[in-house]
T-cell receptor, first 111, second 115 residues
Framework: DAKTTQPNSMESNEEEPVHLPCNHS???????IHWYRQLPSQGPEYVIH???SNVNNRMASLAIAEDRKSSTLILHRATLRDAAVYYC????????????FGGGTRLMVKP | GAVVSQHPSRVICKSGTSVKIECRSLDFQATTMFWYRQFPKKSLMLMATSNEGSKATYEQGVEKDKFLINHASLTLSTLTVTSAHPEDSSFYICSPITSSYNEQFFGPGTRLTVL
């Protein structure tokens, strides 16, 4: 799987928007961009995924650059419960189903 | 989302004993099961992949005789850590998937502590 690069950690204030960046300059045409998050002492949970167009769901929005070499996960109003490690992962639909996790970004939310 | 359970959620055992971890997909049939482990402050590392009714495929560096995986049904897979040692202490996470899916579901994890 193509590699992604994320900042190790970020801080946010409660009820403010958070933009979590991810670089994936070697992304291929068949790679989907997936975001998962892991709360402390829990298994990862799905957040959102996309291919080329921006995506919105109840949890977050995903903004994908036009050249697809980067993307940004947007939490519109951070809450204390959003404090977690956020993983940006590329998944090649043609190369098997498993997700390969990188280091992720640890998001800290301040009250 | 899909419901995945793991049992036990936490286990402490003595060195040399074996520990079995169960993973159940409660509302869908898992044709494939991924097992990950996660050391403190590290990311998830894939250990092995198993398909229902066949032998598991292990990642490089993971001993198949030490980490026994059984995937006998579409709703249950087990990981047995045999002759556990303190260096096996970790957070073990299962991830069942169906043959067609968009999101990968994960169990809540099992924290193993070997004394």
């Amino acid at each position: 799987d193509a590699k992604t690069t994320q900042p190790n950690s970020m801080e946010s204030n409660e009820e403010e928007p958070v933009h979590l960046p991810c670089n994936h300059s070697t992304i291929s045409g068949t790679d989907y961009i997936h975001w998962y998050r892991q709360l402390p002492s829990q298994g990862p949970e799905y957040v959102i995924h996309g291919l080329t167009s921006n995506v919105n769901n109840r949890m977050a929005s995903l903004a994908i650059a036009e050249d697809r070499k980067s993307s940004t996960l947007i939490l519109h109003r951070a809450t204390l419960r959003d404090a977690a490690v956020y993983y940006c992962i590329l998944r090649d639909e043609n190369a098997g189903n498993m997700l390969t996790f990188g280091g992720g970004t640890r998001l800290m939310v301040k009250p | 989302g899909a419901v995945v359970s793991q049992h036990p959620s936490r286990v402490i055992c003595k060195s040399g004993t074996s520990v079995k971890i169960e993973c159940r997909s409660l509302d869908f049939q898992a044709t494939t099961m991924f097992w990950y482990r996660q050391f403190p402050k590290k990311s998830l590392m894939l250990m092995a992949t198993s398909n229902e009714g066949s032998k598991a495929t292990y990642e490089q560096g993971v001993e198949k005789d030490k980490f026994l995986i059984n995937h006998a049904s579409l709703t249950l897979s087990t990981l047995t850590v045999t002759s556990a040692h303190p260096e096996d202490s970790s957070f073990y996470i299962c991830s069942p998937i169906t043959s067609s899916y968009n999101e990968q579901f994960f169990g809540p994890g099992t924290r193993l502590t070997v004394l």
